[in-house]
């Protein structure tokens, strides 16, 4: 049987990737050690999460022994993790991680719906005025696997204003959500979030929303303080929620709230996705980029504003009554 080997690249945020790698390789050739780690850190989170995997080599079929917990993830007595508080070249602060399992893992490829992560213990609160070094000891290899990232800085909203109560859907001209840039920020997205309640006829009710999310755009700097901008048009709110919802019968909905969400990554997790993005090219083979030492995969960071309105009373009424979302059961909300 040939033996088969695969970069499992998998991340904490959402994000899993596959690099493709030869199927057929030398049965001779000395088989490497190579860690696959994904951290994304944000100050706003409380408890820090790292992905760490391990290159897997076997015989037989490669996709049946990625459905194994094992055969994707180290034994957890020959890692020790830290995650170092740095002031240039000084510690501030270290931080050892345990094991921790996650019980919700989409089904797919890889073992699901558990799967083991390393995480921060307790309230850790991270600042921008310093870097974090990530340092991960293979003591059955002896090898330390490193990598580092900066914070991004807090930005803010300019529109939707600051104290602004209600948001007009019913124009046809485009409006502008604006925001400054933010130190160390290079890729932003917009996600429009519309919080909504279903009414069951068993009295039971259910807070959902609908996310509705714009290109992503490119800052030309990593200062921060420049003006950044997208436009959206209103009427496309109610397509939106055409295409998201079903009718439910007996059910009444309320819109509670619509939030703007503007979230910022930092230059290496922009670089990563360019590099790693789906190409139109028949041409399949593309660079590799990673910013772990000894290893594979990603150490970056993110980033989020918001600001929350609801609709007003003509906007509500396009709700209700207008041809996109009047059959999916929305009622004015209780006041």
Request: glycine share 6%; hydrophobic share 35%.
């Amino acid at each position: 049987m040939i033996r088969k080997i695969i970069f499992l690249l998998t991340g904490v945020a959402g994000l899993i990737l596959i690099y493709g790698c030869d199927t057929d390789v030398d049965l001779n050739a000395e088989w490497q050690d190579i860690p696959v780690v994904y951290g994304i850190l944000n100050q706003q989170d409380e408890v820090h999460y790292i992905r760490i995997n391990r290159a897997f080599l076997g015989e037989g079929d490669a996709l049946q022994m990625a459905s194994h917990l094992d055969s994707i993830t180290y034994d957890p007595d020959i890692l020790e993790v830290r995650l170092l508080e740095m002031n240039g070249s000084s510690v501030r602060r270290v931080f050892d991680l345990d094991t921790a399992m996650i019980h919700n893992v989409d089904s797919g490829v890889f073992a699901y719906p558990e799967q083991m992560v390393y995480r921060t213990s307790g309230n850790v609160q991270l600042s921008t005025d310093y870097s974090y070094h990530l340092e991960i000891y293979n003591k059955d290899r002896q090898k330390y696997i490193e990598s580092e990232t900066e914070l991004i800085h807090n930005f803010s909203i300019k529109r939707p204003l600051a104290g602004q109560l209600f948001i007009n859907f019913t124009s046809v001209f485009p409006q502008e959500v604006i925001w400054n840039t933010a130190r160390n920020g290079r890729l932003y997205q917009l996600t429009v979030r519309s919080f909504y309640t279903n009414y069951h006829p068993d009295g039971s009710q259910e807070k959902k929303h609908v996310d509705w999310h714009f290109s992503r755009r490119e800052a030309s700097g990593l200062q921060g303080g420049s003006e950044m901008s997208t436009e959206l048009i209103g009427q496309q709110f109610y397509v939106i929620l055409e295409n998201s919802l079903e009718a439910l019968s007996g059910v009444d909905r309320t819109l509670d709230s619509v939030r703007f969400i503007v979230s910022v990554a930092n230059d290496e997790f922009n670089t990563y996705m360019k590099i790693n993005r789906p190409s139109g090219s028949i041409i399949q083979e593309r660079p590799e980029y990673t910013n772990i030492s000894n290893g594979i995969g990603l150490f970056a960071s993110r980033f989020s504003q918001h600001r929350t309105v609801r609709l007003n009373p003509a906007s509500q009424d396009s709700l209700i009554n207008g041809q996109h979302t009047r059959h999916l059961g929305f009622v004015k909300p209780i006041p």
